[in-house]
């Protein structure tokens, strides 16, 4: 009697591969940031003739793959750069890939950059408007083959971030992702907020003298809002309704969630109620992300405003 030999069949997981590219300003650096912490090996600025030897098969990962590339690359060509990826796509069924590029209005981008007083790495010696518009025109081959395409004119950072994590997090633990925001109502809502709690009831430290150049990671000022009587009570309930409604968010299979506080400049009352509730969030179990959107902007008493006072 003679068996038949056995075989057993291996099913080959994709490496995942995204290229990360886009207008100089538009948030790469972010988006790369974000994928890591969702799980992804990231790569920055990686030269593209060595490609191929990133993805040789005797490395034999499974981990999901980001590169940036972008202008300041190395022998950055946007049409051989797409001519590559199809040539390792004909050759490799065990690798995916996808591309994100990053657009962002030229204005926007000029804002940005005069801002952050960085130079704009096309516009040497020469105005930061030629720069983006010669930039544009470089990497038109790609924006156009792109797969995916985030305009972020319009976007905060944390806009951004959230829009990442919506399009990649599908490898990431299914655990509710929890953010908690500060921000000021005088520079804008946050446009993604699920929960939204006005601290604007509480007083506000800008009014008092040692207190406005602080903020409210320091002692002092987390001092001052808890002696206010209005502050525990309030605190209490808001923190006692987030954890019970967390469950009921993750039955109804969402998989993030931002929880912002406001108060009139958003350095204060906000940021210091963020605080108390991101470390009530990690006694109960959970693992919060804390942003301050306002943080670092300049305390003056035009942004409080006569309506402060009455807070």
Request: proline share 5%; net charge negative.
């Amino acid at each position: 009697m003679t068996s038949e030999p056995h075989t057993e069949s291996h099913t080959v997981q994709a490496q995942k591969i995204l290229i990360v590219t886009g207008i100089s300003g538009a948030g790469k650096s972010t988006a790369l940031q974000v994928l890591e912490d969702l799980g992804w090996e990231a790569i920055d600025n990686f030269p593209i003739r060595l490609l191929p030897d990133l993805l040789s098969k005797d490395e034999c990962q499974v981990m999901p793959l980001a590169i940036g590339v972008d202008s300041r690359t190395r022998d950055f060509i946007p049409a051989e750069l797409v001519q590559r990826i199809k040539e390792l796509e004909r050759e490799r069924d065990d690798i995916e890939v996808q591309t994100l590029y990053l657009d962002c209005a030229s204005g926007e981008v000029e804002r940005r950059y005069n801002e952050t007083r960085r130079r704009h790495p096309m516009a040497r010696g020469r105005p930061i408007g030629e720069g983006i518009r010669a930039e544009r025109e470089l990497l038109d081959p790609v924006r156009r083959w792109a797969e995916t395409v985030i305009d972020t004119t319009n976007f905060t950072s944390n806009d951004l971030q959230q829009s990442i994590r919506d399009r990649f997090a599908d490898d990431a633990p299914q655990e509710l992702t929890i953010t908690v925001n500060s921000f000021g109502f005088a520079r804008g809502m946050p446009p993604l907020a699920d929960l939204v709690f006005d601290m604007r009831f509480l007083d506000n430290p800008h009014w008092v003298d040692g207190l406005r150049a602080q903020t409210g990671l320091d002692p002092a000022v987390g001092a001052y809002i808890e002696k206010d009587p209005a502050f525990a009570p309030g605190f209490a309930r808001i923190r006692d309704l987030v954890l019970e409604l967390l469950p009921h968010y993750e039955a109804q299979g969402r998989a993030y969630l931002t929880i912002a506080f406001g108060c009139t400049g958003g350095r204060h009352r906000s940021v210091y109620t963020a605080e108390k509730l991101t470390k009530a969030l990690q006694e109960a179990g959970r693992a919060p992300t804390v942003l301050h959107r306002n943080l670092t902007a300049r305390a003056t008493d035009a942004t409080e405003g006569q309506a402060a006072l009455a807070g």
